[in-house]
């Protein structure tokens, strides 16, 4: 174990962890040297790839954790969290900052990792071909160069602590203009290559509007033999065509999704009630899954079945309804009595929110994330603070049952959501390669306006 450049892994390599090893493809004068394997011992390729950089050494797999009730901390919002530091466009939402500014990406991964997350989910949402070229983007990068570049970002971090690499898949323009499902069904592959081509530990199919969808990614990512989590973002109204949450939830497990859950577009408590209505479809149907939630980090009482999207304050003013870090220890405490066992965020979710959840289930855990070093529990730091009624503050009860006040005078606390009510199949969702002309734009000027 002396091996310089190997002395990261751990010493106390089981053989099962070994056969881990083999899987990477390490030559066997490397694994020869690094454990002493005897003589006859074979490995069929040696291949010159830098499997030292890719592996997770005596990690446990996502699957390994859920089966023996482990928690599983998700990551935070990356598309929001980067568009408000610049690196993200609002609008196409596209994540072509993984090669043009991978110091960004990479410190926000960091910080989640910091806080607490296990996961490091490349940052891919929106990465396929017919995203990256929709509505007059017109990006010089390829989806394989940004997904790749994505993916040896969440690598790199993710070998840094004690978490894995999850490649995602999402929702595509394809779908919602009525493309054949082998067509989109050849988007979520060429992704796939990607993260094969990179060894990702899992794959997550998330943010579906339509479960149709999301049963066609399952299918698409279970041909790899990784494991599969699978998420709508969707309430419990259920997906655009009005499919309930349990039935969803039945469809992607027979898909083979291991792991299924929504993610996105409602606040955390209305996502976890949506997926308590998953786990009683599957569990009704007599079928076994885990369950993961990564909700936004916004209230949204006010919302319909479409979620955030239509409350008038998407994307820019969602400020005045960002969940305070207490608020996050309810959700996270709600969550994990609620059977679900992979609980991290969606938009909104900056690394202080995961630290929270962390902290949350530090007891059932047994660790505390180490963005913890500068946080005391419950506000326990203020004890140090210059002002006495501040110093007040520095407890549990005060945190717990404060009501924060907006700010905002003459502001109403919910808004009237729109709700125009079109989804896959009408011809105002059809999406198309150009930028949208400023004849199409005053035509839904117009309709705002007559409304
Ligand atoms: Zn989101």
């Not at 690094?34 to 699957?63: D, H, Q, S």
């Amino acid at each position: 174990m002396k091996h310089s450049p190997w002395n990261w892994i751990n010493p106390e390599l089981t053989e099962l962890q070994t056969t881990t090893l083999l899987k990477y493809k390490a030559g066997e004068e490397q694994l020869s040297a690094l454990f002493g394997l005897k003589k006859g011992f074979t490995v069929t390729k040696c291949c010159n790839r830098n499997w030292e950089k890719e592996m997770a050494p005596g990690k446990k797999g996502i699957l390994e954790r859920l089966n023996a009730g482990e928690v599983v901390i998700g990551d935070g919002g990356f598309v929001f969290a980067l568009e408000k530091r610049g690196y993200v466009k609002a609008g196409p939402w596209t994540p072509e900052s993984a090669v043009t500014h991978p110091e960004a990406v990479r410190q926000l991964h960091r910080e989640f990792l910091r806080a607490g997350a296990n996961v490091m989910q490349t940052f891919t949402f929106y990465a396929s071909d017919d995203k990256l070229e929709n509505r007059g983007q017109n990006l010089k990068l390829t989806g394989v160069q940004i997904n790749e570049a994505a993916c040896d970002l969440a690598r790199e971090v993710a070998n840094e602590g004690d978490a894995l690499v999850a490649g995602g898949v999402c929702q595509t323009p394809s779908y919602l203009s009525c493309k054949s499902e082998t067509e989109v069904k050849a988007i979520f592959k060429k992704q796939l290559d990607v993260f094969l081509k990179k060894n990702v530990d899992f794959l997550i199919a998330e943010y579906f509007e339509h479960v149709e969808e999301a049963e066609w990614a399952v299918k698409v990512l279970k041909t790899s033999g990784k494991p599969v989590a699978a998420c709508m973002c969707i309430g419990p109204d259920g997906d655009m065509h009005g499919i309930s949450p349990g039935e969803c939830a039945v469809r992607l497990v027979k898909a083979g999704a291991q792991i299924v859950g929504v993610n996105c577009h409602f606040d955390p408590m209305t996502c976890v009630k949506a997926v308590k209505m998953m786990k009683e479809g599957v569990e009704k149907a007599g079928l076994k899954a885990h369950y993961m939630v990564q909700p936004l980090a916004y209230h949204t009482p006010d919302c319909s079945c479409q979620g955030f999207i239509d409350l008038p304050e998407f994307p820019f003013a969602l400020e005045p309804r960002i969940l305070t870090r207490w608020d996050m220890h309810k959700y996270a405490r709600e969550a994990y009595k609620s059977g679900i066992r992979f609980i991290g965020g969606c938009c909104g979710f900056e690394p202080y929110h995961i630290r929270a959840v962390a902290e949350e289930l530090a007891p059932e855990r047994g660790i505390m994330p180490p963005g913890s070093e500068k946080h005391g529990m419950w506000g326990a730091g203020l004890e140090m603070h210059t002002k006495p009624w501040v110093r007040a503050r520095a407890r549990r009860d005060y945190w717990e049952t404060l009501k924060p006040a907006s700010g905002r005078p003459l502001c109403p606390s919910l808004s009237l959501p729109d709700g125009w009510g079109v989804t896959k199949g009408h011809t105002d969702l059809l999406q198309q390669k150009e930028a949208t002309s400023k004849d199409q734009l005053k035509q839904l000027f117009d309709r705002t306006k007559n409304q």
